[in-house]
């Protein structure tokens, strides 16, 4: 079978996968692709802003350090959230000065920095409430403009293999205008894997559509190295509405800007819980928290309210969260709004080093599919933007330092056909249902271990049971083998207690 080669093959086009591209050498041949269209992925829906030391003034590498290491329970790779804390500022800077992303800005011009739980300065830089959005579509802008690189939208990679020089790909590309689905075969030296997180294995989730954990499965199918993919951070501020699985954040920026988090009887309560830090705790702190207090009340009724500030500046600074809050009914200037704890981001995955690379020769992770050790066992808040530019950024530039020249445009290679027999229907439904019981905020052992089994058998079911390739097939699969990883390492901690 012929595959059309590239240089380097970039899985995704959230902000690692294009901040990679744009950092690539020009002289290499760049293949991009995008699961569904390009702004839907948890680049694009990132509310709070990218936390970097940018006054000096008022803040240094030594606190920006200190308050992810606390943030992350001290689990963290201490070298990595060095490079992380101390790259950073150079790379918010690149943003703004070479691919032109509008940060909000004080009076005086200069940055208008805010704050989220768990950091004790003001660094976070923004845009009013979407951030995300406006890097996301300022990089995009920018990479269309690289004829070096060819994106292709609609696109699955469903398959990735490896022989003793390059990566081969099947991806199933969308042919839109014929209605059809077509095979795509691909190679390439370098494979950079920024496919997102696993928020889909849940039924409750911030994450968009895309976050099915794919490449993190086809990385552990190759052989490379996951960790700690039960490191997994539920915020505890989703608007609390049961009939969205797809659940809206309100952004930590709100409790940043003053919010108070209330229980059932409308009471504040996280003070009797962290007296200092109180809502501004790290998020699984505040989970937690709210997890004791329903116990406490014998109600899941939480609300967060910010009622008390003044009126037009939360709707100047929350805009979009404002307008999506007061769709749903609630006007957040005037009165408080239901939350509840929700599935949110990934701290483990696809282990790489200080230079984004994995144990595989040639295939490299970044964003939230990799696993930097910058996070530890949770997450600061903002810090996952920052750990996506920096990392991409290393990834590059290691690529770029070990180009080789290689002016094939096809590869021969055998890869099976793939044709099979269709997926049964409800695979993915089971799944997220049992992770839901298993583990949500707090492992519940109990359900893991029973879930644990289940799950295995799905594995095992997918494996071998000669499925066609398609892309419902490569989400299920990745949702399944997710699901076993997080579960087997939820088992094995409980053991090591
Ligand atoms: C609601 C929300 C708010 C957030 N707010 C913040 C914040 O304020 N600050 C912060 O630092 N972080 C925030 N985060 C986290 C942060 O947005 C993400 O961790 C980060 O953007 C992930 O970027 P990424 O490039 O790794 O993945 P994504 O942006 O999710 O991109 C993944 C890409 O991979 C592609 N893909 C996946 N599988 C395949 C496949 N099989 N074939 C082809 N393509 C594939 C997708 O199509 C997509 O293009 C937030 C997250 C959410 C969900």
Redesign the pocket.
């Given at each position: 079978m012929k595959f059309k080669r590239f240089d380097v093959l970039i899985?995704?086009?959230?902000?690692?996968?294009i901040y990679a591209a744009l950092n690539l050498s020009p002289d290499l041949k760049i293949l991009m692709?995008?699961?569904?269209e390009l702004t839907?992925?948890?680049?694009a829906?990132?509310?709070?802003?990218?936390a970097a030391v940018m006054d000096p003034s008022n803040d240094d590498y030594e606190l920006h350090i200190k308050d992810t290491l606390i943030a992350g329970q001290y689990k963290n790779n201490l070298d990595n959230v060095k490079i992380l804390v101390q790259q950073g500022p150079k790379d918010v800077e690149r943003l703004v000065e070479k691919y032109g992303v509008d940060f909000d800005r004080n009076e005086d011009g200069s940055l208008a920095l805010t704050l989220e739980g768990g950091h004790s300065r003001r660094r976070i830089a923004h845009h009013k409430d979407t951030?995300?959005f406006e890097i996301e579509t300022s990089l995009i802008e920018q990479v269309q403009k690289l004829t070096n690189v060819t994106v292709i939208n609609n696109?699955?990679?469903c398959r990735l293999e490896r022989s003793d020089e390059m990566f081969f790909a099947d991806v199933i590309v969308d042919n839109v205008e014929g209605g059809k689905k077509d095979h795509e075969y691909y190679c390439a030296d370098s494979v950079i894997l920024?496919?997102?997180?696993i928020g889909r294995v849940y039924d409750f989730t911030?994450?968009?559509a895309?976050?099915?954990g794919?490449?993190i499965q086809l990385a552990y199918n190759l052989g490379a190295e996951i960790k700690n993919l039960s490191y997994i951070q539920f915020h505890p501020t989703a608007f609390a509405d049961k009939k969205n699985r797809e659940c809206f954040?309100i952004?930590e920026a709100v409790r940043g800007e003053g919010a108070y988090l209330l229980n059932c009887n409308k009471e504040r309560f996280m003070p009797r819980y962290e007296p200092e830090r109180k809502e501004l705790a790290p998020r699984d702190v505040v989970s937690n928290c709210i997890m004791e207090e329903q116990k406490a009340t014998g109600s899941d009724e939480f609300w967060l309210d910010i009622s008390h500030k003044d009126t037009d500046f939360i709707k100047n600074r929350f805009p979009m969260i404002y307008n999506k809050v007061l769709e749903k009914g609630y006007d957040m200037t005037k009165e408080s709004i239901p939350i509840y704890p929700c599935q949110?981001?990934l701290m483990g995955g696809i282990n790489v080093d200080g230079k984004g690379a994995t144990n595989i020769a040639g295939l490299y992770a970044?964003?939230?599919?990799s696993h930097t050790g910058v996070h530890g066992a949770n997450r600061l808040?903002?810090?996952?933007?920052?750990e996506?530019l920096v990392f991409s950024r290393l990834i590059a530039e290691d690529i770029n330092a070990h180009k080789k020249t290689d002016v094939r445009t096809e590869v021969d290679y055998p890869m099976s056909a793939p044709d099979g027999k269709p997926l049964p229907h409800g695979i993915r439904t089971e799944v997220r249902h049992i992770m839901q019981k298993a583990y949500f905020v707090h492992p519940n052992y109990g359900e893991a271990e029973k879930g644990l089994q289940r799950i295995t058998e799905l594995k095992e079911q997918l494996d071998n049971s000669g499925y066609a390739i398609t892309p419902e097939f490569?989400e299920t699969k990745s949702l399944v083998t997710c699901a076993y990883i997080i579960l087997k390492e939820v088992m094995e901690r409980k053991n090591e207690k």
């Open positions: 899985v995704g086009t959230g902000i690692s996968g692709l995008s699961k569904r839907l992925c948890n680049s829906l990132a509310q709070g802003g990218v951030t995300g696109s699955v990679l920024a496919t997102g997180g911030t994450n968009s895309i976050a099915t794919d490449g954040l952004s949110h981001y970044a964003g939230e599919c808040a903002s810090n996952s933007l920052l996506a490569v």
